[in-house]
């Protein structure tokens, strides 16, 4: 009976060694969740017939709307030395990805269209010479920045006269040609009167590059009112203009009525183009896409002479007298340099655009009554 007992035990333990482990769990090893790459759809370029799309984020878009500005006082300003300027919440950055678009502005083209709120510019139709349009020129050499720019990878809006309701882009270029029947000649380039740094940053890249690229002269003393004033610059007054955090300059390629420079502006377009690409595409490549501050314009408070003020061409009281305004003139900033601020001063029923020393200007009183002409220069269509 022992000997059948072991032999018991024995199969027993044989049929157990030989069974099948179970499946071991890993220990250390983190699951992998497999997760597909988000497709994403191709932004079309705009056909020169068709409206463009513009590139705006929420966040963006709402900074964009500039505060109410009112011409009346309600209560007296705080005494103070200098006047500062206001610093509203900064842009949010675009999302990292987002392709870089810029508007190419086609000066004059379609200028019939555009919308009520711009309607006495309708007429506006820019310069000839010999059959030839403005609108013509400028289309030719906008044509050429667009091809430049969307072969270095940046997705370009070509806009007519009528902008696009708050139009948000990384840079907006107004192309415009100039004439005179005095024989004057070159280019120049203006931001708006309130030029955020984003704003000087571009007109110092196309200005570097445009009289090199040209080899056409520049009008140094040319820039005017009404390039400043532009009214696609001016999203304080109409709808139909660039987002404030828009950088923005206006180009004026050459005169159309000067002979030396018809050979570049109408003879080559792809030369100047290639001067207003090339200094585009520097100042996307240097900019700093997360300094949104750099796209805010400064917003400065409505001042007053304190006393009887010159009005300078430049900062400095060697400058050229522009105009000599009474007391109490009503002074509208743009910028400052050092104890100068470059402004529109209103006498009367005057306006002058140059220089006033700071401490030659007073903050805003209750007892100040201005009449209702709005802060604005006139917005113009060179």
């Not at 555009?114 to 044509?143: C, F, K, M, Y």
Request: contains cysteine; proline residues 12%; aromatic residues 6%.
């Amino acid at each position: 009976m022992r000997l059948i007992a072991c032999l018991i035990l024995l199969h027993f333990f044989i049929l157990a060694a030989c069974a099948p482990a179970p499946a071991a769990t890993p220990t250390g090893i983190a699951a992998r969740e497999v997760v597909s790459a988000p497709t994403t759809t191709p932004l079309l370029l705009p056909s020169p017939t068709l409206p463009p799309v513009p590139t705006v984020t929420p966040a963006r878009a709402a900074q964009a709307v500039p505060p109410p500005v009112s011409d009346t006082v309600a209560e007296a300003a705080p005494p103070a030395p200098t006047a500062t300027p206001s610093t509203p919440s900064t842009p949010t950055p675009r999302p990292t990805g987002t392709p870089l678009r810029v508007g190419i502005q086609i000066g004059h083209l379609r200028s019939h269209e555009l919308p009520d709120e711009q309607a006495h510019l309708r007429t506006s139709t820019g310069a000839r010479w010999n059959g030839i349009t403005e609108a013509q020129v400028n289309e030719a050499i906008a044509v050429r920045v667009r091809d430049i720019l969307v072969v270095a990878g940046v997705e370009v809006d070509l806009l007519p006269a009528t902008i696009p309701p708050a139009y948000d882009a990384d840079a907006f270029v107004a192309i415009h040609a100039d004439g005179s029947a005095e024989g004057a000649r070159g280019w120049k380039i203006a931001t708006p009167w309130r030029a955020s740094a984003a704003s000087r940053a571009l007109l110092a890249a196309v200005a570097a590059t445009y009289g090199v690229v040209t080899g056409l002269p520049e009008d140094r003393n040319g820039i005017t009112v009404n390039m400043r004033g532009y009214y696609a610059f001016n999203y304080r007054r109409h709808t139909h203009a660039i987002a404030r955090t828009t950088p923005a300059i206006i180009i004026e390629t050459g005169f159309l009525t000067n002979a030396a420079d018809r050979e570049i502006i109408v003879a080559r377009p792809e030369v100047a183009a290639r001067g207003i690409a090339e200094g585009i595409l520097q100042y996307l490549n240097q900019r700093d896409p997360n300094d949104g501050a750099a796209l805010l314009p400064p917003e400065w408070p409505i001042l007053y002479t304190s006393a009887e003020t010159m009005v300078r061409a430049g900062p400095a009281d060697t400058a050229k007298l522009v105009a000599r305004v009474p007391a109490d003139s009503r002074i509208f900033v743009f910028n400052q340099a050092g104890e100068w601020y470059e402004a529109m001063v209103r006498a009367g029923n005057a306006r002058y655009v140059g220089w006033v020393r700071v401490d030659q200007t007073r903050p805003a009183t209750a007892n100040d009554n201005p009449a209702p002409p709005p802060a604005e220069p006139p917005a113009t269509n060179p």
